[in-house]
């Protein structure tokens, strides 16, 4: 995987500290996109708003999508189905992320070809998170670019990886997600593989943010 996308971005602990005890903060925000803040409620956390006065790092693009359809779509007769994919949590790029952690972590499918041709894959797939308790989260995409990927039979060389903000089970205040499965529909698919979320803990909750620090980036060689 790039190096853009392997890294775990780093949130500071104030951030999540800030939301703790009430104090409104998106959690990561882009370089690119820095912005200055007054102070806010933890209202303004949940819709993804930084108010808090603390300077965050990287979100998910504001409003973008939340299912697998791309603009730049791979020629369809070569696009890889749902059904020639196996899925698999983790890689040589991607260990587990730290539930327990004050900062963003990364998490991290990989993809082999299980079919019998040659077939392409381009874009963001579609992610969602449904908790313990049945809610459902679409996770919305990175700025990052696509690139098209060729996956020969029989070989893992892709990956999907999503950044993820967890709340230290120890932390009081944030509202949580807890994940219990993670439904993945391949780009420009329709049809989805069904994971278990195997990493415990909690995501700090920003289901309804336009600009939330859990997101999805595009699929990359793994």
């Known amino acids: 995987m790039t190096g853009k996308?392997?890294?775990?971005?780093?949130?500071?602990?104030?951030?999540?500290?800030?939301?703790?005890?009430?104090?409104?903060?998106?959690?990561?925000?882009?370089?690119?996109d820095r912005s200055s803040a007054k102070t806010g409620t933890h209202a303004d956390?949940?819709?993804?708003?930084?108010?808090?006065?603390?300077?965050v790092k990287e979100?998910?693009?504001?409003?973008?999508?939340?299912?697998?359809?791309?603009?730049?779509?791979?020629?369809?007769?070569?696009?890889?189905?749902t059904g020639e994919l196996d899925f698999t949590w983790g890689g040589p790029h991607g260990g587990a992320p730290d539930m327990e952690a004050d900062q963003q972590?990364?998490?991290?499918?990989?993809?082999?070809?299980?079919?019998?041709?040659t077939c392409t894959l381009r874009g963001f797939p579609g992610v969602q998170?449904?908790?313990?308790?049945?809610?459902?989260?679409?996770?919305r995409r990175s700025g990052d670019t696509p690139s098209t990927l060729t996956l020969?039979?029989?070989?893992?060389?892709?990956?999907?990886?999503?950044?993820?903000?967890?709340?230290?089970?120890?932390m009081k205040g944030p509202e949580r997600f807890v994940p219990s499965k993670v439904l993945i529909t391949p780009p420009d698919e329709t049809t989805h593989v069904t994971l278990d979320w195997p990493y415990g803990g909690a995501i700090l909750d920003q289901s309804g943010a336009t600009r939330p620090g859990t997101f999805v980036n595009p699929i990359v060689l793994g």
Request: with cysteine.
């Open 59 to 81: 979100t998910a693009q504001q409003g973008s999508r939340t299912d697998a359809v791309n603009a730049s779509a791979a020629n369809t007769s070569k696009r890889c189905h």
């Open 5 to 32: 996308l392997t890294r775990a971005v780093r949130c500071t602990a104030a951030v999540l500290a800030v939301v703790a005890v009430g104090a409104g903060a998106t959690a990561c925000n882009s370089s690119s």
């Open 45 to 55: 956390a949940a819709k993804g708003e930084n108010t808090s006065g603390v300077e």
């Open 152 to 170: 020969k039979p029989g070989e893992s060389t892709a990956a999907v990886s999503m950044n993820i903000l967890p709340v230290p089970s120890d």
């Open 105 to 117: 972590q990364v998490a991290t499918v990989q993809l082999k070809n299980d079919g019998g041709r």
């Open 129 to 139: 998170l449904i908790s313990e308790s049945g809610e459902t989260w679409d996770l």
